[in-house]
């Protein structure tokens, strides 16, 4: 069952409103979903979501965790905008496959398939969605995406969830610094992993931290890594884990 909550938008500065606080550019609501973040000021992450067109107002799919904390924080944003935030009964819908009449692809990878929001909540869906996630380096609300995380290290340009030629947004500024100062030291990977290890397990190479193991399906998993520590065979817990890439 999807764990989402969707907020509805409404009012003639919701574009502009959205545009001056998120990662990524409002303007690709004409062509489909847009995948986004609200950053802190010194660039980390608050919350992941996804933007949808309705009509002439937005959807805002958002992790239900998260639903109180952005209720709070876009009410407070808002200050003089003419922006109306409000709650719906909407559900998301996820499948893969053909993208049905309503249905909109996911932006951050092609085999995500597609996302819908209707009236009634879904049928009992037995897809892997963890498997799909860890095949291609997908991160997940509170699980590698925390509050600690710089979106960067996150593969967010990969996901299409961030846009650097939009103009400001909160964390513009050090998420720009990051794309063109400077090369991560550290991030996301995925990782072969031998032996039992639960998500959470801390990673080591010769003894010395070297990241995190985080999400995981069968033998392989994601890993937030030190890349300068995490070579060669490591251990986690009583597992091994290697990078996948080398």
């Known amino acids: 069952m999807s764990r989402r909550h969707i907020f509805r938008l409404s009012g003639p500065d919701t574009h502009s409103f959205l545009q001056g606080l998120v990662t990524n550019d409002v303007d690709g609501l004409a062509d489909g979903l847009v995948y986004a973040a609200l950053l802190t000021p010194q660039g980390k992450y608050i919350s992941d979501f996804f933007l949808a067109a309705d009509g002439d107002k937005v959807l805002l799919d958002a992790h239900e965790d998260h639903a109180d904390m952005l209720r709070q924080r876009l009410s407070m944003y808002k200050l003089r905008?003419?922006?109306?935030?409000?709650d719906t009964a909407l559900h998301l819908h996820r499948g893969l496959g053909d993208t049905p009449e309503d249905?909109?692809?996911?932006?951050?990878?092609?085999?995500?398939?597609w996302r819908a929001y209707r009236d009634a909540p879904q049928a009992e869906d037995?897809?892997?969605?963890?498997a799909l996630r860890v095949?291609?380096?997908?991160p997940e609300t509170d699980v590698e995406l925390t509050s600690n995380t710089f979106i960067l290290e996150v593969g967010f340009e990969t996901l299409?969830?961030?846009?650097?030629?939009?103009?400001?947004?909160?964390?513009?500024?050090?998420?720009?610094?990051?794309?063109?100062?400077?090369?991560?030291?550290?991030g996301l990977a995925q990782v072969d992993v031998t032996g039992d290890a639960a998500p959470g397990t801390e990673i080591l190479a010769d003894g010395k931290a070297a990241g995190t193991l985080l999400s995981r399906a069968g033998d392989r998993a994601i890993?937030?890594?030190?890349?300068?520590?995490?070579?060669g065979t490591m251990q986690a817990g009583e597992a091994t884990v290697t990078r996948s890439d080398g």
């Not at 905008?81 to 409000?86: F, G, H, K, P, R």
């Not at 095949?135 to 997908?138: E, R």
């Not at 890993?223 to 070579?231: E, G, I, Q, S, V």
Request: hydrophobic fraction near 35%; include cysteine.
């Open 160 to 186: 299409h969830g961030v846009d650097f030629r939009k103009g400001c947004y909160v964390g513009q500024e050090v998420t720009a610094r990051m794309k063109h100062k400077t090369t991560l030291r550290k």
């Open 81 to 86: 905008a003419n922006v109306t935030l409000e």
């Open 103 to 113: 249905g909109l692809a996911d932006p951050r990878h092609p085999d995500l398939g």
């Open 135 to 138: 095949a291609h380096l997908i």
């Open 126 to 130: 037995d897809t892997d969605w963890t």
């Open 223 to 231: 890993a937030y890594l030190r890349f300068d520590r995490a070579k």
